[in-house]
């Protein structure tokens, strides 16, 4: 790696962090003085246009001359990216893209410098600076959106650094670091706490929630011998466990690991800008090359021959290349934008547009992720078992609650983990919770429904269900037709899988997955050569948002799965078959810049060989072309969806 020109030291998060922000900083700073000294150059160059012909020799000599000055601290600073990056590689004896960067800069500075105090008419300065500017903008937007990728993994890291309370063999309890837990820990977790390590439970029996792991919107009864994931989050009572993992190896490390994981392999995707600037950086220099070489061997000067090889290089300048892919994704991001989608990267656009096969999360994705109470309730019944209902944290004892509206709350209410509430209402004895709880028998343990009873009457049944949002059935239907493969993983229940698969038709569907399983259907899909879009929101759907070919998630989604997806809708599911639609016509938009800036590199190129580049006809062919590619991007906004 050193040879290569690589720093390598111990990775550590909180400097990674630092270091990045740094370095944008840094980008953003040295974009600020190359745009302060474009501007600048321009205005000193159009006054040297409009004078052609009139201005004289002294008075144009003294404003390529303040043109240099502007441009060379510009150069030094802001070309210093470049520069260091180019003398790494190069003393290794290697070569990268900002070698011919490096080059195109220096050459024209110094070129430009020799005809300054020769009193020559030509000077590129204003070029050379234009060029720096607009590679630093793609430097400064990379660097961006490195950092808000490695963000998720950190963020992850951070919630896998809390504090525990581990019990020593004396049975005191003591708070450390989840770092310094090995397995074997006694571990205490109290009510209210999640758990950051993977635990056994030894002793106690209380309500957990798992939504944060598996989807699973539902509360779940903890007992002995159960197993609890990181992230699990206990409700009620105390809970006593062996940890089974160090914190570096539990469930939680796991996701950050598969996010870095989807980072870099997302980081060798090549792009469409990447795959034409591969073509047009050798024939450039080869063009301004032989240019220089022929001329010399035509009997021209040094001097002469060397400024027509520059002005080749100059007037082939990657203006349009370089906005044809950037205003593209501008164009495109601002029409999603207003339509309620936020793009977080360019290269997401034609990843998306590539994607043939589609994989949901369920709750909260699919479904609305909070039980709701269905089926017909006397108002009387449903006040009554509020009362005990508003004394409990459960989602089922909220969903009644939230039926029921505002309210007292039983008196003597207890709450009993696993099992179910008591207390007195309305001057009698009154249990909710399950159908054992309150000596009913159902034939089977269902955990979406629970039980009222009040001495003296018949006991009440409350069913619950997780809706189907709105817009889904209807976007499944779009994108089933459009030819895309439609599948649902998901970690919540079989029975509850099944049941949104058969309402949304849908014929592909898994249930009881794991972070890992759904990273493990991704790959095998992509073994089978598709190319997988992935839709969830929850932390246990992370790892597969990074690791997918591009990825969405809703705006009510964890940070961290945010932060792992390409890009984030509001507004329903309708957003996805707009946003492929949109991303589809963008590819095509920028595949029609690419080929209008290499034909403008066809006939560029011959004006400059031949010796008829002046800065003047540089300066509007840059203009034209740039001006030209926006236009063509612009269409995008009149375009209909397709989808």
Known sequence: MAELGYGVSPRDQDQGASDEQREER?????????????????????????????????????????????????????????????????????????????????????????????????????????LLFFLLIGRFLDARVRRKAHASARDLAAMAHRTVMRLGPNGK?????????????????????RAVVDIQIDRGISDIDESLVTGESLARR????????????????????????????????????????????????????????SLYVPFVHTSALLAFIGWLLAGMGVNEALLIGVSTLIITCPCALALAAPVTQVVAAGRLFRSGTFLKSGDALERIAQCDYIIFDKTGTLTLGTPKLSGQISPEALQAAAELARASRHPLSRAIVEAAGAGPVA???????????????????????????????????????????????????????????????????????????????????????????????????SAAASPRDKVNRLEE??????????????????????????????????????SASDAIYSGGLAALPRLISVAKQARSVMIENFAFAAAYNVIAVPIAITGHATPLVAAVAMSASSILVSLNALRLNAMRETL
């Open 173 to 193: 309890a003591s708070s450390v670091r989840a770092s310094e837990i090995s397995p074997g820990d006694q571990i205490l977790l109290a009510p209210g706490e």
């Open 26 to 130: 840094s980008l953003l700073i040295a974009l600020g003085v190359a745009g302060f000294a474009m501007a600048n150059i321009m205005l000193l160059s159009v006054s040297i246009w409009a004078g052609v012909g009139e201005m004289g020799e002294t008075t144009r000599t003294m404003l390529h001359g303040i043109s240099g000055v502007i441009a060379l601290p510009a150069i030094i600073f802001s070309g210093r990216v470049f520069f260091v990056s180019a003398w790494n590689v190069l003393k290794r004896g290697h070569a990268n893209m900002d070698v011919p960067i490096s080059l195109a800069l220096v050459i024209a500075f110094c070129v430009s410098v020799s005809e300054t105090l020769r009193g020559g008419a030509d000077a590129y300065f204003d070029a050379s600076v234009m």
């Open 525 to 562: 899909l992509q073994a089978q050569g598709h190319k997988v879009l992935m839709v969830g929101d929850g932390l246990n759907d992370a790892g597969a948002l990074a690791l997918a070919h591009a990825s969405l998630a809703p705006g009510g989604a964890m940070d961290v799965s945010q």
């Open 411 to 509: 008196s003597d209410a207890r709450e009993f983990a696993g099992l179910g509430l008591e207390g007195i209402v309305h001057g009698a004895p009154a249990r909710l919770g399950s159908a054992e709880w309150v000596s009913v028998d159902s034939g089977q343990s269902d955990r979406s429904s629970l039980w009222f009873s009040q001495a003296g009457k018949t006991p009440v049944h409350f069913q619950f269900q997780d809706h189907v949002l709105n817009d889904v059935a209807t976007t499944i239907g779009r994108l089933q037709k459009a030819g895309y493969g439609v599948e649902i993983v998901s970690g919540d229940r079989s029975e509850t899988v099944e049941s949104v698969a058969q309402t949304l038709k849908v014929d592909h569907w």
């Open 222 to 277: 903890a007992i002995p011998g159960m197993h609890l994931l990181a992230g699990t989050v206990n409700l009620s009572q105390p809970l006593t466990g062996t940890a089974l993992a160090a914190a570096s190896d539990s469930l939680l490390a796991d996701i950050a690991r598969m996010l870095e994981a989807g980072e870099q392999r997302r980081s060798t995707y090549r792009r469409i800008a990447d795959r034409a600037v």
